[in-house]
């Protein structure tokens, strides 16, 4: 198959046949925000951040889940899109504790880093202040919630990549929560590997390696691909 | 099973009928208000006179007029008893031989009747929805017989995409459009499911139809699985629904024993079987991807489309996915011919559409009314207005996803566009009835409150988006609103509709936007309350 040719931002992108459309954004130089895509996992289009316009389609597409096309004309960056952007990522900063002042997880924070790309600067919406537990039952990690984006990579880096689907959602809407096996403390599930896998993928913080200072915490998702590159090389 | 034994079975239920009939409703509405107790009662008071061998007692579906139920019809004057009570029982054996009858009747020639046309409904009220002999009496599983014998699925597809049907879910996507992709998908398997996983509030078009007359359903589903190629097909049926999962679970079984699903269906080389799967109390799990994840055992949330079912559906297999009433039409289509079908509604929405009529309306109940009917003909004549007599201010259609039409716009035909031109949708056919003493910011709010409950939680915008706007909605309404407020619930509004994930988020404003645009003046009205406060 022929590779495809198409627009973005004005610019002409080839992109090998199959390719979604945001990694090809990306070779591209282009910059778009993501939230829930981690390279090496499988996408859900969750987020909503890489929507993108695409001409001749009336609806906004999530750029991780769209496979390109030949002569596709793509915007990434237009007022709107900005526009909704910076709300999406108020309305996430609105849902719980993220409160990068009296953080620990300030400067190794992806949402932190969103907030700055989409020159988010104040919440207009206002604070939901719940209180959500912590749970500091397993010997090597730890999760707080108040800190959880709900963007699913733990679950998905358990499931796909250890083999073990710990990690789950429970609830729905506002009151979605990630959850350990049965929803039961960390600590005592009998199906976690302590791989920390988990650890790697999230976005926050939310899940923290317990017994490590701030500032030595490694903020290493990309490390989820090399584990699937090496994988693959392997094998 | 062959047509001549098929026919053997429904000329001996019609050789059996007793001249003299009582139909009980026994569809849930009716049985809530105690339409068993009735059907008891009759039987000992007909056992009393000794004539119960005279007199056939047969429960029977929805017979339409559920705000009057329990109801009652004798046979054969075909006389209409509503609000029957047990101690009525006397005076309706009674008037079956034109005795004195003091029970109120209802008036047959009230625009209520004679201003519907039955065509998905045609058996509810007059068949046993849990004999299948009662179905296949009134014609039933005749046009399944004829297909498999005398049609190719490429003609069955063909009469379906002439009929001009759309899908009754509320989108309206063309049926025989649909039905062509599956068939045209390559896949080693193939599904049909049923999508009866209905939630708006106020509707139960879905769950009458399944109580009174399933087997018209598994036919429907039987001959698209045949036009498709599918050999297994689901029924997702809601939880909260236990009559109809009850009614369809016997309807099943009695098909099966008469080979009329299962392998071999009439003797021939098409094999199909439905399995029901019960749904657990998930708004969402109506949206056709989430229905596809709970089905397959999965958390019951949307993913992105494309690819749309049709191509890669239940287990990645091309999955044909209709609702009830889409299903209950195709009997009807193929029996009377795609042209009959077609010259009944408008140009670009055919056949009829049946509504759950309730709210501030005389005729709560089930109607069945031709596409392009107008909605000031539905809520006065059928409906009857309001039953206090206070001028109707709005009626709302398509559930969470529609939105209010105000009464100035009672000239709208009811079909898919005029009904998306005025800000709401057709939806599965939900029609609340609002009077002028309705809040509309109220309305709103509620509807945004129960998608905030509903929302699976997935995409960001309508997992907080929704909880947001209730906020604001709830502060305007409490008179602690601004008109920044207003600013944001719109912003809000256009946010959610444009980025949600799936249906539920994007449509999920529509109830506030149609307020906010015909009865602006009452969010106003409310900003206006907290300056005077303040002062």
């Known amino acids: 198959m022929a590779a495809k040719t198409l627009t973005i931002d004005g610019h002409l992108v080839s992109a090998r046949p199959g390719a979604m459309l945001l990694e090809t954004i990306r070779e591209a130089g282009i910059t778009i925000p993501t939230l829930c895509h981690l390279d090496g996992l499988s996408d859900v289009g969750a987020c909503r951040l890489c929507l993108v316009e695409i001409e001749g389609q009336r609806r906004l597409q999530p750029a991780c889940m769209t496979t390109v096309s030949e002569g596709m004309v793509v915007h990434t960056n237009t007022p709107r899109l900005r526009s909704y952007r910076r709300q999406i990522v108020e309305l996430l900063f609105a849902e719980r504790n993220h409160v990068c002042a009296v953080c620990v997880a300030s400067g190794n924070c992806e949402l932190q880093r969103l907030a700055a790309l989409v020159g988010m600067d104040h919440v207009r919406y206002e604070y939901m202040s719940v209180a959500y537990p912590v749970d500091i039952s397993h010997p090597r990690f730890g999760i707080d919630h108040n800190r959880c984006v709900l963007c699913t990579r733990c679950v998905r880096a358990c499931d796909e990549i250890e083999g073990v689907h710990t990690w789950d959602v429970s609830g729905r809407g506002i009151d979605s929560r990630v959850i350990t096996d049965m929803n039961q403390p960390w600590g005592t599930s009998t199906t976690c590997t302590s791989c920390g896998k988990c650890q790697l993928a999230c976005p926050t913080g939310a899940i923290f390696p317990r017994g490590v200072t701030v500032g030595e915490r490694p903020h290493a998702s990309e490390r989820i691909a090399l584990i699937v590159e090496a994988r693959k090389q392997r094998w | 099973m062959e047509l001549h034994e098929l026919e053997a079975i429904a000329e001996r239920e019609q050789s059996q009928r007793a001249r003299l009939r009582i139909l009980c409703c026994a569809a849930a509405g009716c049985q809530a208000s105690g339409s068993l107790e009735i059907k008891r009662r009759l039987e000992t008071v007909l056992t009393a006179a000794g004539k119960l061998a005279e007199v056939d007692i047969m429960p029977v579906g929805c017979m339409g007029l559920c705000g009057h139920g329990p109801l009652v019809r004798i046979e054969p004057s075909g006389e209409l008893f509503e609000r029957v009570t047990p101690a009525d029982a006397e005076e309706l054996v009674a008037a079956l031989e034109g005795g004195p009858c003091n029970v109120p009747r209802c008036d047959r020639n009230h625009p209520f009747f004679t201003r519907q046309l039955p065509i998905v409904l045609r058996h509810c009220g007059q068949i046993n929805p849990e004999r299948i002999e009662d179905y296949i009496a009134v014609g039933g599983y005749r046009t399944l017989y004829h297909v498999i014998h005398e049609m190719t699925p490429a003609e069955v597809i063909n009469a379906i995409t002439r009929s001009g049907l759309r899908g009754r879910g509320g989108a309206g996507y063309p049926t025989g459009l649909k039905w062509a992709t599956v068939a045209k998908s390559p896949g080693e398997r193939k599904f049909v499911v049923c999508n009866a996983d209905e939630g708006d509030p106020g509707a139960f078009m879905d769950r009458s139809v399944l109580e009174s007359d399933p087997h ?141 009529l309730t709210g501030k309306i005389r005729n709560t109940g089930l109607i069945e009314v031709p596409m392009g009917i107008s909605l000031r003909e539905i809520v006065e004549e059928i409906g009857g207005g309001t039953p206090d007599g206070i001028p109707v201010k709005a009626v709302q259609t398509g559930g969470p996803s529609g939105g209010c039409i ?119 009205r409310l900003i206006g309350a907290e300056v005077e406060h303040g002062s």
């Open chain 2, 216 to 356: 018209l359903v598994l036919e429907g589903m039987a001959i698209a699985a045949y036009a498709v190629g599918a050999e297994q097909g689901f029924i997702y049926v809601r939880g909260e629904y236990p009559l109809a999962i009850e009614r369809l679970q016997k309807a099943i079984v009695q098909a099966r024993r008469l080979g009329l699903l299962g392998a071999q269906i009439f003797e021939s080389g098409f094999n199909f079987r439905i399995d029901i799967r019960v749904g657990a109390g998930a708004f969402v799990c109506g949206e056709e991807t989430a229905l596809i994840a709970s089905i397959e055992g999965r958390r019951g949330q949307p993913r992105p489309r494309p690819p749309y079912p049709a191509e890669s559906g239940l287990w990645g297999m091309p999955t044909l996915i209709n609702n009830v009433e889409t299903f209950a039409n195709v009997t009807a289509i193929i029996e009377n011919g795609p042209e009959w079908y077609a010259s009944i509604g408008t140009a670009k929405s055919k056949g009829t559409k049946v509504f759950a």
């Open chain 2, 406 to 524: 105000p009464a100035s716009l009672f000239d709208t035909p009811v079909d898919y566009e005029s009904l998306a031109a005025v800000g709401s949708i057709m939806g599965s056919g939900g029609m609340v009835v609002m009077d002028e003493h309705t809040n509309m910011v109220d309305v709103a709010r509620f509807y945004i409150e129960f998608c905030k409950d509903e929302s699976c939680g997935k995409c960001i915008p309508c997992r907080v988006g929704t909880v947001q706007l209730f906020n604001l909605l709830t502060r305007l309404r409490n008179g602690q609103g601004s008109g920044n407020d207003l600013i944001e619930i719109e912003a809000l509004c256009e946010l959610m509709r444009e980025t949600s994930l799936c249906g539920l988020g994007q449509s999920a404003p529509n109830p506030v936007m149609s307020t906010l645009h015909y009865f602006r003046h009452e969010y106003e």
